[in-house]
């Protein structure tokens, strides 16, 4: 998933966990320009650091949901037991940054920062790396499916959320059978920006994914729900969300649930949002109703999905 390893913490420690591997290069972090240079050359980062050793205004801040810093957030994704939760929980304030960092400037809004900068020091090596550790199993990654819902699996009635509406797409359920998909995850990502406009609410749209997994055989692994819109949102759900599609934040949470490999991953969207600014998953169009300019792979139907997916880069066929 990673091409280097940049820390600033316990170098020996990270080095030696992941030095054997030769699945990294390993580097010390002596700060933005050495950063932003393995991101021109498209390397993909994961950074292990302080926040105060990276200037913040290399971050686009966003609000994120819950409140809390990056550490929980992600950390809280890593399959903790109870016990392991509580030995993380304990040292969370002082944790400081882990941030996964995939292109850091077209994935702007992964990461949030507080603004608070803690002071203390965990012990690192003895409470966090044997997380890490058994996070970057190889066997862990899984090749995945990454869907839109309205549009790609259910007909779009705009702002769709009644069970009675549910419709499916001609073709949607053989699609996710099909032999190129039928071992992926598959993970739908879907903005639903009609909770924060007050036309729905959370609820209804988990119950609707809940009929929509139940009308395609449960072949749905996971849905990841963005309710947020910054505009005409009210109340709650008024965000910059790093959720809301074209941000990584669904994709990266299903990473983080699943240790997906993205490069072998795909998206299927049928609006210019599906597209993620994330640099590792490629998307293909399904045309329908929404304008399209200039998206790479423009699909018909699903057999001309399946047309380009077998064509992408680094996908196994
Ligand atoms: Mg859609």
Aim: proline share 4%.
């Amino acid at each position: 998933m990673f091409d280097i390893v940049l820390c600033q913490r316990d170098f020996q420690e990270i080095k030696e966990c992941f030095g054997d591997s030769g699945k990294f290069e390993i580097h010390e972090f002596s700060g933005d320009s050495q950063l932003r240079a393995y991101l021109n050359d498209n390397k993909t980062v994961l950074l292990i650091t302080t926040k105060s050793s990276v200037k913040p205004d290399l971050f686009n801040l966003f609000e994120m949901p819950k409140k809390g810093n990056c550490e929980y957030y992600y950390l809280s994704k890593l399959n903790l037991d109870r016990d392991e939760l509580e030995a993380c929980e304990k040292f969370f304030p002082d944790v400081r940054d882990i941030s996964v960092c995939a292109d850091y400037y077209s994935a702007s809004g992964v990461f949030y920062i507080d603004q608070i900068d803690p002071v203390g020091m965990p012990n690192f090596s003895k409470e966090i790396m044997p997380v890490l550790k058994r996070y970057f199993k190889d066997s862990d990654y899984k090749e995945a499916l990454f869907l839109d819902r309205d549009g790609v699996l259910n007909i779009d009635h705009s702002y769709v959320h009644k069970i009675e509406e549910l419709e499916l797409v001609s073709g949607a359920y053989e699609f996710l059978l099909d032999d190129y998909n039928k071992t992926r995850l598959k993970i739908v990502l879907t903005n639903q920006s009609g909770v924060s406009k007050g036309k729905f609410e959370y609820t209804d749209v988990e119950k609707f994914n809940s009929a929509l997994n139940e009308s395609l055989h449960h072949l749905i692994d996971a849905f990841y729900i963005a309710p947020f819109e910054f505009l005409k949102g009210v109340g709650q759900y008024k965000y910059h969300s790093l959720l809301r599609k074209p941000h990584p934040g669904m994709l990266l949470e299903a990473c983080f649930d699943f240790a997906v490999d993205l490069k072998k991953s795909y998206m299927v969207g049928d609006k210019q949002s599906d597209q993620l600014n994330f640099p590792l998953l490629e998307t293909i169009h399904l045309k329908n109703r929404y304008p399209l300019e200039g998206v790479k792979y423009l699909a018909n139907n699903f057999a001309e999905v399946l047309k380009f997916a077998k064509t992408l880069p680094n996908k196994t066929n």
